[in-house]
């Protein structure tokens, strides 16, 4: 998932270097070098967020690959928790009030019991991890569950607009989803987070209905009635058994797990239906050949979907503990999520990391300063200007104007939302268009005359607020249209 096109960043960071030579050491100087920093990452920044309990620690431990983040522990749920690269294992605490404590790696629970302090004393926590999803991948930030905080703090907001998609997870999407995005895209203008950079995560699948039989089916209906529901606030909804992902994925499943699994598989079917309808079910069967403690682990990793499918695969003829993760991972639906992430905002990655950047930047250049320090940061906002006529930062303009429209600083219709949420955050122009590929010359040419002259309508209709951003939107329309090939 590694970002291998980035010619705005290329451009900003040439603009920084230059500064950066001439400025001298101060508070321009080191914001420069914070945008800089940003700006040679190479990989993508993904918030996870989401209410308590929702499943978030369990999905960033997919994502790694590796057991990173405390999932039981409930003093981490208020933390800001930042995942990223590093040669050396670690973790460090940034607090309120005091410098920053490192500790070797450790379980993140316990790191913050060893440190002594209560987790409202702490700002942030850093793991650092030789992790090769986080060296190759993305960084990953695990915020607080929105209801656990009074409103969103500036730490919180702080993450959010570092990060270049938010992945929001919802066990059951529902009213108190819709608040929490709703107070999200308020603070949009801090956060950068709109329903173009944000995918609604279906997370525990394994949970919906009763719990028992083949979720998939109903987890792909109320996934499809979540994305029309929020389509304003996320741009799709992506099911995902999110304990099942974590074991898939992760190194804790070893082959000693088979053993348990394969005396399961031949055990008497009517024995083990009755075995599997519920968790208590599971404990409580005095007939079943295996353990209390083997029971315990298979759940812990497993959950009963989970271990129900695995029995499936071994009578199917799946053998081995590569082989049965390998089919286990299908079935968790985390791949989906993967090649969305991939598809969609690796596409997206160079404006993103440039909006962080701009902001960062333009910021500096009203710093005040010293008559030398004003030359060089006169010179760096003409650099920024430069920047922003780029045309490939016009889909910049309409992921703000997205922001700016869930924030409710302008209306439109819904039909008009979904037009251009699609027109900001489409991979190729087809998508941009919502039409299924493939979609010939002829029918992308209708389909952007027809939506011009609905754009240029709302602008001359409209008060002077939403005129300007349907301007926008129908500006870049007509870019693609008569940047099209002739038929």
Known sequence: MTITSAPLCAQLLAACDRADKSLPPGEAKRAVAAARERLLENVLRVAVGGRLNAGKSTLVNALIGEKLAATDATECTTLVTW?????????????????????????????IAAVGRPAADIALVQVD??????????????????????????????????????????????????????????NAGQAGISAVNTIGVLSRVDQLGDGTGDPWVRAHRV?????????????????????????????SFTEANMTPLRALAGTDPEVLDRALYSADDFYACDELPISAEH????????????????????????RGATGLLRALRSRSGIDV?????????????????????LRILDAATWLSASPEECAVLTALRYDLDDVRSDPRLRRLSLMEAVADLHAGYWEATSEFTQELTALAAGADLPEQLGLDPPADLG??????????????????????????????????LEALFFGAPSA
């Open 443 to 476: 029918q992308i040419r209708a389909v952007l005359s027809t939506r011009i002259s609905a754009w240029r309508e709302l602008e001359n209709t409209s008060p002077r607020g939403t005129a300007r951003y349907a301007r926008l939107v129908r500006e870049q």
């Open 337 to 357: 999520l993967l090649d969305q992430l991939r598809r969609q905002f690796l596409n997206l990655a160079d404006p993103l990391r440039a909006r962080y950047a």
């Open 295 to 318: 029971r315990a682990r298979l759940l812990s990793m497993l959950g009963m979907y989970g271990i129900s499918a695995a029995i499936e695969e071994i009578n199917n003829g799946t």
């Open 129 to 186: 991890s030789s992790n090769v999803a986080l060296a190759q991948d993305y960084t990953i930030v695990d915020t607080p569950g929105l209801d656990a905080l009074s409103g969103l703090d500036a730490v919180s907001l702080g993450a959010l607009a570092q990060a270049d998609v938010l992945l929001y997870l919802m066990p059951h999407p529902g009213q108190n989803d819709r608040e929490a995005l709703d107070a999200l895209a308020a």
């Open 83 to 111: 995942f990223r690269f590093g040669p050396v294992n670690r973790i460090s605490f940034q607090f309120r009030d005091s410098p920053v404590v490192t500790l070797p790696a450790q379980p993140l629970a316990r790191a």
């Open 223 to 251: 996934a499809r009635s979540g994305a029309r529901q929020l389509a304003a606030l996320v741009c799709d909804v992506v099911p995902v058994v999110g304990l099942l992902a974590e074991t898939a994925l992760g190194n």
